[in-house]
């Protein structure tokens, strides 16, 4: 795991989180983690490939999700429809996409897949045994929990 | 078949008709109310690049706002099959992966210019009114 690739992340996450909650958004602390990611509810997964290859997964529950996606779009959602789904997917596409930009421009070479994104109650990420850096961003909304795992080729 | 010869003069910003084309319905939308705001008026949509071809033989929009990363046919595919067929097509790529290789691979297959989402309102407002003040 290298820590390099984590500060972008978290930052894209933080910066373009902000904007969609017209809102601030505090760092806690980061944590090391090696096990499979319970997820809280809804879970966004964007595959990374290149010099590094890994995930980054963003965490949140439904409550957050649906708040977001509510702010996202200007109107309310109560569930989690499928305009809801995609808004939270563009968003995690947003957020990578952007550390990936901040990235390659530093002399990286990473891609990024096209975020999937899972919904529902007692769901486990699992897959390559990675050491994952967590780092919760505490937003307006709820927290939403950025996962990054990415090791080296 | 080609369209070139067309358009001999910019319409006014107030009165430009729109493609955009996205595979996300979210993105599509913001878009659509940016674009609306500054003057625009939604001619169509598309999902992939494949569509957006479509589109734009079939609607003749003044401008396309084009994602990259779509299924199908990603973007700068799509971009330089329109551009076979209407030299003078306004093409802004429109992607979240804003490295400067990728934005200089979108200008080089002809796209006019390039926004990095999330986009703001007030950019979109001055590469639309860039894009389709040039001639």
């Not at chain 2, 609306?36 to 396309?64: H, M, T, W």
Request: charged share 25%; net charge negative.
């Amino acid at each position: 795991m290298r820590f390099a690739y984590v500060q972008p992340f978290v930052e894209s996450a933080r910066k373009i989180l902000a904007e969609a909650v017209s809102g601030r958004i505090v760092a806690g602390d980061l944590r090391l983690s090696s096990a499979a990611v319970p997820s809280r509810g809804v879970t966004a997964i964007v595959g990374v490939t290149g010099e590094g290859e890994g995930r980054v997964i963003f965490d949140m529950d439904k409550e957050t999700a649906l708040r977001i996606a509510s702010a996202m779009n200007g109107e309310p959602f109560g569930e989690l429809d499928e305009l809801a789904k995609d808004t939270l997917s563009e968003l995690a596409g947003m957020m990578t996409g952007n550390a990936v930009s901040v990235l390659n421009d530093g002399g990286h070479c990473l891609r990024v897949s096209p975020p999937t994104l899972f919904a529902g109650e007692n769901v486990s990420i699992s897959g390559r045994a990675l050491e994952a850096l967590v780092v919760p961003l505490d937003t307006p909304f709820g927290e939403v929990a950025v996962n990054v795992a990415i090791a080296t080729s | 078949m080609r369209y070139g010869g067309r358009r001999p003069m910019a319409r006014s910003l107030r009165s430009f008709r729109f493609l955009v084309v996205d595979d996300s319905e979210f993105a599509r939308r913001n878009m659509e109310k940016m674009l609306i705001a500054i003057g625009g008026q939604a001619a169509g949509f598309a999902s992939n690049g494949r569509e957006a071809i479509n589109q734009y033989r079939k609607l003749q929009p003044d401008i396309v706002l084009m994602d990259i990363t779509m299924p199908e046919m990603e973007g700068i595919e799509a971009v330089e099959e329109i551009l076979a067929e209407d030299e003078l097509a306004k093409i802004v790529m429109v992607s979240s992966i804003s490295y400067q290789d990728m934005v200089k691979r979108a200008l080089a297959c002809g796209a006019k210019h390039f926004l990095a989402k999330p986009v703001k309102r007030e950019q979109v407002a001055s590469v639309v009114d860039f894009v389709l003040g040039e001639n």
